[in-house]
């Protein structure tokens, strides 16, 4: 008679051991998809910022055409379309992000960003048009800015650049963007301080570097400013006043930044060289 009860108390046993491996396996489960969750978000800032542009795409690719709804792999492979210079691409994957449910005012600014990359500038216009004006970021208002010089507002320009500065740490792209645009609009001399300023923020940055001396040389001022430079972007920078000297009519003294130039660098530099060889050969016509 003791061994139905018996019997009985080992399935409950059973029963009881299974119901608990089952909740240590979900239990364990759990953990390893948080565990996954970290490993994929770290892989997918790896894949948007030091992984190849190329490499980030196909990452992302595949990783879209595993989890097509989620709008994290979409944004992360329009971005890297974007930072591979596949721009064309960029907004059509930007759109797709833009039209999600789960869309934010910032993927409209990134979408914004790819259309001017794309040279669609009246579409990019609209977008940043479309998003409230209670949505302030820097990269929002580098954007307007740029819209503003390309629409020759110069009013608002300078406004919406003026403010992108105080938005950031780092202002030297916005100041060269900023010095450029009173560059094209013969303001040479805030053009000249703009660069001046980009560069003090950012040494590295050779084309303020380059605007610098664009701007000087278009005030008739051909003298390298004081600032670090190699010995390449010294030759570099000679070349420019040169052929700025010469645009200017300044023929004798562009041959000579032009020599300085070839002197300078330290390898072969065929470009100076070969100015250098027209002028002469003009002068000797």
């Given amino acids: 008679m003791r061994h139905p009860i018996l019997l009985s108390l080992c399935a409950a046993g059973a029963m009881a051991l299974t119901a608990c491996e089952k909740q240590d396996n979900e239990a364990i489960d759990r953990k390893f998809q948080g565990v996954n969750v970290i490993d994929e978000s770290n892989l997918n800032d790896v894949m948007l910022t030091t992984a190849d ?3 980030g795409v196909a990452y992302f690719q595949r990783s879209v055409g595993e989890n097509p709804d989620r709008i994290d792999l979409q944004r992360g492979l329009a971005a890297s379309l974007v930072r591979a210079g596949r721009a064309t691409e960029g907004v059509a994957a930007w759109k ?4 999600h449910k789960e869309a934010t005012d910032n993927d409209r600014v990134e979408m914004a960003d790819a ?3 794309n040279n669609d500038w009246d579409r990019a216009e609209k977008t940043l048009n479309e998003i409230p004006p209670t949505h302030e970021t820097f990269k ?3 954007l307007e ?5 390309s629409n020759k507002d110069w009013k608002k320009a300078d406004s919406f650049y003026e403010t992108a500065v105080g938005m950031t740490t780092r202002p030297a792209g916005v100041m060269n963007n900023w010095g450029y645009s009173k560059l094209s609009r013969g303001d040479y001399a805030d053009a000249e301080r703009l660069f001046s300023d980009a560069v003090r923020q950012d040494t590295t940055l050779f084309t303020a570097k380059n605007n610098l001396v664009l701007a000087r040389g ?3 001022n051909y003298a390298l400013p004081v600032m670090p430079v190699s010995q390449t972007e010294r030759a570099q920078l000679l070349y420019t006043l040169g052929l700025s000297a010469v645009k200017k009519g300044d023929v004798t003294t562009g041959k000579g930044l032009l020599r300085d130039a070839v002197d300078t660098h330290p390898q072969h530099f065929e470009a100076a060289v070969r100015s250098l060889a027209a002028l002469e050969s003009n002068v000797v016509n």
Avoid: C, H, T, W
Wanted: overall charge positive; cysteine-free; hydrophobic content about 50%.
């Fill in 115 to 117: 259309l001017i990359r």
């Fill in 96 to 99: 797709k992000v833009v039209a």
């Fill in 53 to 55: 542009p190329n490499e």
């Fill in 218 to 220: 278009a005030q008739g």
């Fill in 145 to 149: 800015a740029m819209v503003a010089d």
């Fill in 140 to 142: 929002r208002y580098r």
